[in-house]
């Protein structure tokens, strides 16, 4: 689709947001959002006409792109025949959307709890996860993200959580590894491993085993900067959680549905947890869905005991409808398959190209369509290229970069001292090489910062 421009219709848009949209994450006066005539594919634009290559992938969920015809048609078809019915009844969409991500989840993960997004798919684990076991305690990492409601802003462990957290939440912080800013003097990778396992069950110890309902981990946390766990490391909090019958949740929102490569990123770890949260990309966005996969025997736990706790749009029809023919098309078109090959054929090899040549670029890392640069000031010393929680002045590297972007038409995903490389799944390979070519610019405004 060409876009046309229209100023006063765009004008019209946002005039009526800064009147009365109340945004989140945002200092509501201090915010200037762009006003977005449309999207299509991998692309989105504005009512001036100008296009941007979204290098975010919306909030990394558009995982097939904006408007894809086969999701927009099921939606169609859908609202036409049944827009809606309660979550207590079986609803032929909700019955095959289970089913579809049963098939693909690992392990005995067979029983899916439908919500509306990732943050209250992890409310409602964690509820679990306390009601399965009588414990009252849950273990997260620092670098972390969960969601914006009251206990998956708790978990979280980024700055973010700082405005909510009175303490009484019945959270416990610890490090997991990360090795190019290690909190255990690692040197190698398997330091790191060995070390930051010895922290966590060190923290249980301490805690005690028997408070502890639950460990909550991002597969690969996304937010938080992309950090590939070590071999070893999951397979390792497996053993520590069933040495003392802790469940252990692995939060796949942004990590799942084919922005690895794989289905889901537990795959890529051989690991089975107990329970796994999904969203985002189960259905690209289209319609708010996410959701929890219950493993066998949690789910026996509520066998002839109810779960306390449901949601009146629970495996709302539209939504997964979108979920089934999102599902459908990823399987039809081989998107999970060219998001694992572009990762490997196209973008990491660009990336690694890009850090030798910028010295703003401190680590590569990722798979499939899940990346991340870091951003610093010094590449021996690691000094970041802003500090952390930074704002105002102290953050306009990453604003001077970012703008670059998207002066040149491309839209990032930035946060603290990172971009993360995040397109759609189903990207096109020069599409993908005109995005990496916008990077290299941008990241030479970075390079202006470094010493």
């Not at 006003?35 to 995982?63: C, H, I, M, P, Q």
């Not at 990123?265 to 947890?273: E, I, N, R, S, T």
């Not at 690691?382 to 590297?397: C, F, I, K, S």
């Amino acid at each position: 689709m060409t876009p046309q421009p229209s100023p006063q219709a765009g004008a019209a848009v946002k005039a009526a947001d800064r009147a009365h949209v109340f945004h989140s994450w945002s200092a509501q006066e201090l915010i200037d959002p762009l006003a977005v005539a449309g999207a299509e594919g991998s692309y989105f634009w504005d009512y001036e006409g100008k296009r941007y290559l979204d290098f975010s992938s919306g909030l990394v969920y558009t995982n097939i792109g904006y408007q894809h015809p086969k999701v927009v048609a099921a939606i169609q078809e859908q609202a036409a025949r049944m827009t809606t019915f309660a979550p207590a009844f079986a609803v032929e969409a909700r019955s095959e959307a289970a089913r579809l991500i049963a098939e693909r989840t690992p392990g005995d993960l067979d029983k899916i709890f439908f919500t509306n997004g990732g943050a209250d798919a992890v409310e409602h684990a964690l509820r679990m996860a306390r009601l399965h076991t009588g414990r009252p305690k849950v273990l997260s990492a620092y670098r972390s993200y969960h969601g914006g409601t009251q206990q998956a802003v708790n978990v979280t462990g980024d700055p973010r959580r700082w405005a909510s957290d009175s303490g009484t939440a019945g959270v416990v912080h610890f490090w997991a590894p990360f090795l190019y800013r290690s909190r255990f003097y690692a040197e190698t990778e398997e330091q790191e491993c060995a070390r930051a396992l010895e922290h966590l069950e060190t923290t249980i110890a301490f805690e005690g085993p028997g408070t502890v309902a639950a460990i909550v981990l991002e597969t690969i946390p996304g937010t938080a900067g992309i950090m590939m766990p070590p071999a070893g490391y999951l397979a390792g909090v497996r053993e520590i959680c069933d040495k003392y019958g802790i469940v252990f949740v692995l939060d796949e929102v942004m990590a799942g549905f084919g922005r690895t490569g794989t289905w889901f990123a537990a795959g890529l770890y051989d690991v089975v947890p107990d329970l796994m949260t999904f969203a985002k990309g189960v259905n690209s966005g289209y319609v708010p869905l996410g959701g929890v996969a219950i493993s066998a025997e949690i789910a026996a736990t509520f066998a002839e005991r109810p779960y306390p706790g449901g949601l009146t749009y629970s495996g709302h029809p539209l939504a997964c409808a979108a979920a089934v023919a999102t599902i459908n098309v990823m399987a039809e078109e081989g998107v999970v398959e060219h998001a694992a090959r572009l990762g490997a054929e196209v973008v990491e090899p660009a990336l690694r190209e890009l850090a030798e040549r910028h010295p703003s670029v401190g680590e590569v890392r990722g798979t499939g369509m899940f990346w991340a640069l870091e951003l610093v000031r010094d590449r021996e010393t690691r000094e970041p290229l802003v500090p952390y929680n930074a704002t105002g002045q102290a953050a306009a590297p990453m604003s001077a970069f970012a703008a670059s972007a998207k002066a040149h038409g491309l839209w990032p995903f930035v946060n603290m001292n990172r971009t993360h490389v995040v397109p759609p799944c189903n990207i096109t390979e020069a599409e993908l090489k005109e995005g990496l070519a916008v990077l290299d610019t941008a990241l030479s405004v970075a390079d202006e910062y470094t010493r």
